[in-house]
C-alpha cells in the first residue's frame, strides 16, 4: 500500500509513523512536517520516503542537509505540500494542525486516494466541498478524529435512517471543574496540560476551552450529515467512551477504547477490515466508573458558537475556525486572556455577520480561504484592540 502523511511530525503524524513502522507492506510516498526537520528526517529514513516536504522554505538546507546522501527527494513551502499531495497514493494521513491542513487534503482526493482525516478543520471549514470532491473522485474520506472513528464504527451495518442521535463526549479538560473567576486566571502552562491525552499543543488547548468539542460538533454534521439538534455532547472525564450512537428503538451502541490515538489511526489504516493494533485493553473492573456530566455553556461558551455557526452554515465554519486559531496565537503569545478566546470568536462572527459572504455556500476552496483570510484579519484587529 502506498501510504503518504501530512503533518508526519506532529502527535498524530508520529502515532502514525509507529503503526506504519511495524508494516512491511507499505510503500511510503510523502512526509511532510514543518520545523522539526531532524524527525522529519528520521521518520523518511526509517520509512524510506519518495519525498518529504517541510512547509517552511527557512527548513529546506537543514532538511536537506539532514536527509544528505540519501537519495530521498526533498522540498519546501506551501506549493511544495500540495504537489506531494499529487503524487498517488492509496491512503494519506490528514494531520497537519489547522486550515493549513484543507490544501493538501482536498489535492489527495482529486487524485483518489483514501483520506485519513485527523484534520478536523478540514470538513469546519470546507465540509460540503470535500465531501464533493470525494464522491467527484471515488475517494474515501475515513474519520481519524476519536469521537468520529466512534461513531463510524458504531454505524457499521447499521441503516442511518434509523439513527435518532449520536452523542460525542468531552473529557473536560483540565478546567473542568472551574469557577469563571479560576479561568479568568488561568494560564498557558496550566491550558496545555490535558488530563486523559497526550496530544500537541493547539488542540490540547482546545480542549481546555472546548473549542475542540465546538469543532468536533461541527465534523460530526458534516462528515454524517446528522440534523444538529440530533448531536449531543456529554462530558465525560475518563475519556473512555469516545462516542454513542442512538437509534430509534432507544438502543445506545457505545464505542470505548484507551485514549489513545493509534486505535483510530489504525482503524482507518486497516479498514475495512480490523488487525491486530498496540494499544493497551481496558480492564473494565479497574476502571471501576464512568461518569458523565452536562457541560456547562457559561464557563464554555465554545459549544453554544457552534450551534450558531451550524445555523449560519456556507462559510460560517471557516471564519469560525479563523477566529479560533487568532484566538489561540494571542493567547499562546500571552496577549489574550483564557477567557477573551470564546469573546473574541464571538465578535469576529458578529462583525461578518453583516457581510453575505459568511452565509453563501462553500462551492470552491478559494472562497473558503478568502473567508479564512478575511476572518483572521477581523479578529486580529478586534484583538489588538483587545490588549
Ligand atoms: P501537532 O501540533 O502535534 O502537529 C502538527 C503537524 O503539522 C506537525 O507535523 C507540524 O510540523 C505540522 N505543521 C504545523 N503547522 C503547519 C503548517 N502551517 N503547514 C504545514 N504543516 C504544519 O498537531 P496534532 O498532531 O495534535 O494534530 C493534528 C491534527 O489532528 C489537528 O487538526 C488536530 O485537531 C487533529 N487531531 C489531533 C488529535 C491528537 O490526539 N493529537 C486527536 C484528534 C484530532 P512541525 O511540528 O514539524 O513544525
Redesign the pocket.
Known amino acids: 500500500m502506498r501510504v503518504s502523511v ?10 502514525t509513523f509507529d503503526l506504519l513502522a511495524r508494516r512491511d507492506d507499505i510503500e511510503t510516498v510523502a512526509l ?6 531532524e ?2 528526517a528520521a521518520q523518511a529514513r526509517t520509512l524510506r520516503a519518495q519525498i518529504v516536504v ?3 522554505d527557512a ?1 529546506y538546507a537543514a532538511l536537506k542537509d539532514a536527509l544528505a546522501g540519501s537519495g530521498i527527494e526533498v522540498a519546501a513551502g ?1 506549493q511544495a ?1 500540495i504537489d506531494a499531495a499529487e503524487r498517488r497514493a492509496d491512503w494519506v494521513m ?5 486550515a ?2 484543507l490544501a ?1 487534503g482536498f489535492r489527495a482526493l482529486a487524485q483518489g486516494a483514501t483520506l485519513a482525516l ?5 470538513l469546519v471549514t470546507a465540509g460540503p466541498l470535500l465531501m464533493r470532491e470525494a464522491a467527484r473522485h471515488g475517494a474515501r474520506i475515513l474519520p ?3 469521537e468520529h472513528s466512534a461513531v463510524f464504527q458504531a454505524l457499521v451495518g447499521e441503516d442511518a435512517a434509523a439513527v435518532e442521535r449520536v452523542i460525542i463526549t468531552a473529557s473536560g479538560g483540565p478546567f473542568r471543574d472551574w469557577t469563571l473567576a479560576q479561568l479568568a486566571r488561568a494560564t498557558l502552562a496550566q491550558a496545555q496540560t490535558h488530563p486523559n ?8 488547548i ?1 480542549s481546555a476551552t472546548l473549542f ?1 468539542k465546538a ?1 468536533e460538533v461541527i465534523e460530526t454534521r458534516e462528515y454524517f450529515g446528522f440534523e444538529p439538534a440530533q448531536i449531543e455532547v456529554v462530558v465525560h472525564p475518563q475519556s473512555i467512551i469516545h462516542a454513542l450512537v442512538g437509534f430509534r428503538d432507544g438502543a445506545l451502541m457505545a464505542h470505548l477504547g484507551p485514549p489513545d ?1 493509534r486505535h ?1 489511526i489504525g482503524y482507518a489504516l486497516n479498514w475495512p477490515d480490523r488487525a491486530d493494533l498496540p494499544v493497551a485493553r481496558l480492564d473494565l473492573a479497574q476502571l471501576a466508573e464512568l461518569t458523565f456530566e452536562a457541560p456547562d455553556p457559561v464557563r464554555f461558551p465554545a459549544l453554544r458558537l457552534a450551534r450558531e455557526v451550524m445555523e449560519m452554515r456556507g462559510h460560517a465554519g471557516a471564519a469560525f475556525n479563523a477566529a479560533k486559531e487568532v484566538a489561540l496565537d494571542e493567547f499562546i503569545a500571552g496577549r489574550l486572556r483564557f477567557l477573551d478566546m470564546a469573546q473574541l470568536v464571538e465578535r469576529t462572527i458578529d462583525q461578518l455577520s453583516t457581510d453575505s459572504c459568511l452565509t453563501d455556500p462553500v462551492e470552491a476552496l478559494e472562497t473558503v480561504e478568502a473567508m479564512d483570510q478575511m476572518a483572521r484579519e477581523c479578529a486580529r484587529a478586534i484583538a489588538s484592540r483587545v490588549a
Open positions: 501530512f503533518g508526519a511530525t506532529g502527535s498524530i503524524g508520529e502515532s511532510t512536517g514543518g520545523r522539526n526537520v524527525r522529519l517541510t512547509a517552511h527548513c506551501t505540500l490528514s494531520a497537519i494542525v489547522g493549513a491542513g493538501p485527523a484534520n478536523k478543520e478540514s481519524v478524529d476519536s491525552w497526550a496530544m500537541g499543543q493547539r488542540i490540547t482546545d475542540n469543532l490515538m483510530a
